[in-house]
């Protein structure tokens, strides 16, 4: 086996984001669809989709470059009819993880964990049923919150749920705070909206004054390493004050801010594949597509490679700072990497 492959910037990939399916049972209102924009094909599977066959290749071929991690993601992955099958072959060495609305996970959770599923991501952007329809277009809330209690049972814990930030969520975040810290297996994901991805910048709030209130409600806060993101420790009802707080007695919030922020992009390890069978360097980049042709071990190793040798952080080099302090697209670099004419 590999080393880990690094681009020019010393970033070595050791994960990889593969989406199953555009296809999604929900329609929320800030979806980027993995940066692809708001392309959800319709219910019934797509010709286009990569079958099992091609999505194991992929990753018994990136395994030998040292890649330890894949998430499985979507449009909601859980409608692949073979994803225990994914994961069941899902090379050994590799934490396989998953991104799902949560709606399927009941009945269904204990065979992905017998496949090999480690964690799981539930997408749970309010505590309140009117605003979790509003923003998901879905009627599905109490099977959301039975699908995460499934997952817990199954032991798949501790269950991050992401919430989206923005305009329509925020007045929930501190309900959804307290609803992580008083319920055993969960963790909340804090996850910065993006309006380049999405449109919408009047939907936008500050996410640092989230990090502000956090600071002063919590009892210990952490700095993880991977992308610098800030952990914060919150006392459930039932925490004694002299006791340290941990997920027995509290729940940890992450806020995941890559927005603007150079020290993000500075710190990614990941190579995201869309369901068609595309490697993407870069969630907000869809100039840098390579197609891995019919699925050859030599094209995905080819295109691998490739894909690694050409990322470069969003921020800070894709796009870099004017002299009005505004971020702009760095033409130097787009220059250079122009075909010739």
């Known amino acids: ?16 984001r593969v989406s199953l399916t555009d296809r999604c049972n929900f329609d929320c209102v800030y979806c980027h669809n993995e940066g692809l924009g708001d392309t959800r094909g319709p219910m019934e599977p797509d010709d286009n989709e990569m079958t099992a066959d091609d999505v194991v290749r992929f990753l018994d071929v990136v395994e030998e470059f040292g890649v330890k991690k894949v998430k499985f993601t979507g449009g909601e992955p859980m409608l692949r009819q073979d994803l225990a099958e994914i994961i069941r072959r899902t090379p050994e060495s590799m934490e396989a993880s998953m991104t799902t609305n949560g709606t399927f996970l009941p009945g269904r959770a204990e065979k992905l964990k017998a496949a090999g599923l480690e964690r799981v991501n539930v997408s749970q952007d309010a505590i309140d049923p009117d605003a979790f329809a509003e923003i998901t277009k879905s009627g599905a809330y109490e099977q959301v919150l039975a699908g995460v209690e499934a997952a817990v049972d199954a032991g798949l814990a501790p269950v991050k749920l992401n919430m989206v930030v ?13 609803h992580a810290a008083n319920n055993d297996g969960l963790r909340l994901q804090l996850i910065e909206y993006m309006p380049e991805l999405t449109g919408h910048p009047e939907w936008n709030i500050d996410i640092e004054r989230v990090h502000d209130w956090l600071t002063d409600l919590a009892d210990r806060v952490e700095q993880r390493e991977m992308h610098n993101r800030t952990r914060y420790w919150i006392a459930g009802d039932d925490a004694d004050e002299n006791e340290a707080i941990n997920e027995s007695n509290g729940g940890m919030v992450e806020i995941v801010d890559p927005v603007e922020n150079p020290t993000f992009c500075a710190n990614c390890h990941r190579v995201r594949v869309t369901h068609e069978g595309y490697l993407k360097g870069c969630l907000n980049r869809n100039d840098d597509l390579r197609s891995m042709g019919e699925m050859s071990r030599d094209e995905i190793q080819e295109t691998f490679r490739e894909t690694v040798a050409n990322r470069v952080p969003y921020y800070g080099e894709y796009m870099v700072r004017n002299d009005n302090d ?4 760095n033409d130097a670099y787009l220059s250079a990497t122009s075909p010739a004419d």
Request: no cysteine.
């Open 1 to 16: 086996m590999n080393g880990p492959l690094e681009d020019e910037f010393g970033r070595e990939v050791t994960g990889v």
């Open 326 to 329: 505004e971020w702009v697209v």
């Open 166 to 178: 923005f305009k329509h969520t925020a007045g929930y975040v501190e309900g959804m705070v307290e």
